[in-house]
């Protein structure tokens, strides 16, 4: 699982492919940030992306906070549906898994 301090600023690129593994372009995305608990994290649940075949999702200030008790996991769900040769309004879904680090004296 991959490491990110503590309000800082990180890039999650992801791209999509269809039954054949060839990038597809889905006809819509959405993503959602979560803690460890799947608790919503800084209000992004559901956040709906311009479809292309590869995404950024940047996340960065309060996105990436710590509060007391917090363990520091976090989650990006993507969720996007695609039309391909096994039929239309297919499902992709992927998660994005980190941590955020804890920085002394960042608050």
Same mark, same amino acid.
């Given at each position: 699982m991959s490491l990110v301090l503590e309000r800082s600023t990180v890039a999650l690129v992801t791209s999509f492919h269809d039954?054949? $593994?060839? /990038?597809? &372009?889905? &006809? #819509?995305? @959405?993503? @959602?940030? &979560? *803690? =460890? *608990?799947g608790n919503v994290v800084n209000a992004r649940a559901a956040v709906d992306v311009a479809p292309a075949e590869t995404?950024?999702?940047v /996340? @960065? =200030?309060?996105?990436? #906070? /710590? &509060?007391? =008790? $917090? *363990? =520091?996991?976090?989650?990006v769900v993507v969720r996007a549906t695609y039309d391909g040769a096994l039929g239309d309004d297919l499902p992709i879904v992927g998660v994005l898994e980190f941590t955020v680090r804890n920085v002394p004296g960042v608050a």
């Open positions: 039954e054949d $593994d060839e /990038l597809v &372009t889905p &006809t #819509a995305i @959405s993503w @959602s940030l &979560t *803690d =460890g *608990d995404v950024t999702v /996340l @960065s =200030g309060d996105d990436l #906070a /710590l &509060t007391q =008790g $917090d *363990d =520091g996991r976090r989650q």
